[in-house]
């Protein structure tokens, strides 16, 4: 029989299928006579803590019988702080690892555990409200697309690692199937089966989780053949992110200098690298077979592939059309940004960081990324948003500041100030109860200190402190829904739409291309249809506007609302207007073409005021709401009466 080629033996390789049955005891028994063995471990443990937890053992044992053709698996680890993380970390997470179009035909993502393949998601949260940490596992099997079943692998991988820390673990998982690397998420509480606090040693979240999965992976699909290694290698060579052609390089390198001549491996592959890098201007041949390696390759490198991504991203979301591509980047002298959000999604899934790409009103693509734990639910995709750099001061921080004597703040000094100048419109305990409350935020951050009922230290530099809080917080970015509405049910719309206010600012900013053009038309479309409602004129190309548009269209659609509401709820409708106070129990809010709407209900009727985040966590709470200029000001629990004053 003649020999074939290299790809017909690669081809027609006998790969043996995923094993029938691989219980406990014999993951128990092999961990018995490794234990026994002593001498013939790996060494671990040499990291601080590293034989703290459980499955330090198990560690040194792990991965024993892998060799380097083994089937190859990255684990990232991420240990969640619940406390720190805030009561609604665990629910969001959950939400964003099942989000729209993770599956393998773009289906939201299925929630499974160790044997239900639907798995009760407000259950897990509930078992685990009272736990102080959780893990966060992205387990990416690099052939995770030949895994014929990824959930039985995740289960399998689950039930080694109970038989390694010696306890039953209670989890749930969901496959990703949108990225190029099919991965798994895990979400395994911080319980051990009797109850106590799960610690895990070092020594296994590094190497020992890893090396289970490998060998899972290679008894599944059998060992690369050289081929498949070669094939792999070679991709690196050319590719413009840090590889594992670069960790060889540096692994091998003194003082930044590769000799050719100490390379005992991959020699051909590392001299192309090195080629390549030279190229890239990153390295440079100071001698024949003498190397140099810019000491800024590395997160040079790690920077080029992250902006890779995000330009592959972005023209995913463009759908191939030909547009200037930007990434956003908050500032002092940003611009803002303002666009129809044309995608969405986690561009670090295991901390929750997500991005935008928008289709701006300039005809660019922008490229925004979100901070940690912001809901992407809240920016539909066609919803109109703003993107800014969030380094202004405030200006509470500005008063408080203004008003301190020997860095102490007096809450009764503030009063008497602002009772001086009631006449600007504001309600004085209205405005010193709002810096109440930043300086209870600034508290819980350490900047400013509750000395007695009413007073406070505050540094002299509380706004500058003040600013750099509020960037680390929203990570220099803060996005503002504009509409929700895309454009075009705007044009035909019965409320106070993007688009009007657009109209009344004479669309400045436009550009011709992308979101830009079709703004332009839909302009165009919005101004007939004002006119056909007898709130516009047109005078040869000019567009005249009746006054108080906003105010006549916004309380057009409240009306309509409000006349629904009544009828579902038997409640009386109490307008509230601008200088009114309104008290009630929040009871849901209202997404109109003029906005979001807050429902108060003090029992007998309700009113509809402009909604705000902070109320969102307090659904079902009496609280009241202040009208002034536009603006609303909250004060939370129950006050003197219900309804409107």
Do not use: C
């Not at 499974?112 to 387990?139: C, K, M, N, S, W």
């Not at 109850?195 to 020594?203: K, M, N, P, T, V």
């Not at 900013?509 to 703004?519: H, I, M, S, Y």
Request: no cysteine; proline share 3%.
């Amino acid at each position: 029989m003649s020999r074939r080629g290299g790809d017909d033996a690669d081809r027609f390789r006998i790969r043996p299928g995923a094993p029938k049955d691989r219980t406990q005891p014999f993951i128990n028994r092999v961990l018995k006579q490794a234990s026994k063995a002593g001498s013939g471990a790996r060494k671990s443990g040499g990291r601080p803590g590293s034989r703290l937890g459980r499955g330090h053992v198990a560690a040194r044992f792990a991965g024993q019988s892998l060799a380097s053709n083994a089937r190859r698996v990255t684990i990232k680890t991420r240990l969640v702080n619940l406390a720190k993380a805030g009561p609604r970390s665990t629910t969001t997470h959950l939400r964003y690892i099942e989000r729209e179009g993770v599956g393998r035909s773009g289906e939201p993502g299925q929630a499974y555990g160790p044997t239900a393949d639907d798995a009760d998601l407000a259950a897990f949260e509930e078992r685990g409200r009272e736990d102080r940490h959780q893990f966060r596992f992205i387990v990416s099997p690099e052939d995770a697309a030949e895994l014929e079943d990824l959930r039985r692998y995740t289960r399998d991988l689950m039930t080694r690692m109970e038989a390694d820390l010696g306890t039953k673990l209670d989890w749930v998982a969901v496959d990703h199937w949108n990225t190029n690397n099919s991965h798994t998420h895990v979400v395994l509480r911080g319980k051990d089966d009797g109850g106590r606090d799960l610690i895990i040693s070092r020594d296994y979240i590094a190497e020992g989780m890893r090396y289970r999965a490998s060998e899972l992976a290679t008894e599944w699909l059998g060992p690369r053949t050289e081929l498949e290694i070669q094939r792999s290698q070679q991709r690196e060579v050319d590719q413009e992110r840090w590889t594992g052609l670069d960790r060889t390089l540096q692994r091998e390198a003194v003082d930044g200098v590769v000799r050719l001549d100490r390379l005992q491996h991959q020699r051909l592959l590392l001299v192309g690298r090195l080629q390549r890098l030279q190229r890239m201007g990153m390295a440079s041949e100071s001698q024949p077979g003498v190397w140099v390696v810019r000491a800024e390759a590395e997160s040079t490198l790690r920077a080029m592939g992250e902006r890779g991504d995000i330009i592959r991203t972005m023209q995913r979301a463009m759908s191939g059309t030909q547009r200037e591509l930007a990434v956003f980047k908050p500032g002092e002298k940003a611009r803002p940004v303002i666009g129809r959000v044309a995608a969405k999604g986690l561009d670090d899934e295991l901390h929750d960081k997500g991005y935008l790409v928008l289709d701006g009103i300039d005809g660019k693509a922008h490229y925004v990324a979100l901070p940690a734990r912001t809901e992407l639910e809240q920016y539909p995709i066609g919803a109109i948003v703003e993107a800014r750099g969030s380094n202004e001061i405030r200006a509470a921080d500005r008063n408080i500041a203004a008003l301190a004597a020997d860095g102490l703040y007096r809450t009764d000094h503030h009063l008497s100030v602002a009772n001086a100048q009631a006449a600007l419109g504001r309600d004085p305990d209205e405005v010193v109860a709002a810096h109440v409350r930043r300086l209870e935020a600034l508290r819980r951050a350490g900047i400013a200190e509750r000395l007695a009922e009413g007073v406070w230290r505050v540094p002299s530099d509380l706004p500058e402190r003040g600013r750099q809080y509020d960037a680390q917080r929203s990570g220099g970015v803060t996005v503002e829904l504009r509409s929700h509405l895309p454009i075009e049910r705007q044009a035909r719309a019965i409320g106070a739409t993007w688009l009007d206010q657009q109209l009344i600012g004479g669309g400045q900013g436009l550009g011709e291309l992308g979101f830009g053009g079709d703004v332009r038309q839909a302009l165009q479309q919005r101004a007939d249809f004002l006119a056909e409602q007898g709130l516009a004129e047109r005078r040869g190309q000019r567009v005249i506007l009746a006054r108080n548009l906003l105010t006549t269209l916004r309380g057009r659609e409240t009306a309509t609302a409000a006349r629904n509401i009544a009828a579902e709820t038997a409640l009386t409708h109490r307008p509230v207007g601008d200088g009114q106070r309104v008290s009630g129990i929040y009871r849901r809010s209202v997404i109109l073409a003029s906005g979001r709407f807050a429902m108060l209900d003090d029992g007998k009727s309700f009113s509809l005021v402009p909604w705000q985040p902070v109320i969102e966590q307090r659904l079902g709470q009496s609280m009241t709401a202040a009208l002034r200029g536009g603006g609303v000001t909250w004060t939370f629990g129950r006050q003197r009466g219900m309804g409107v004053e």
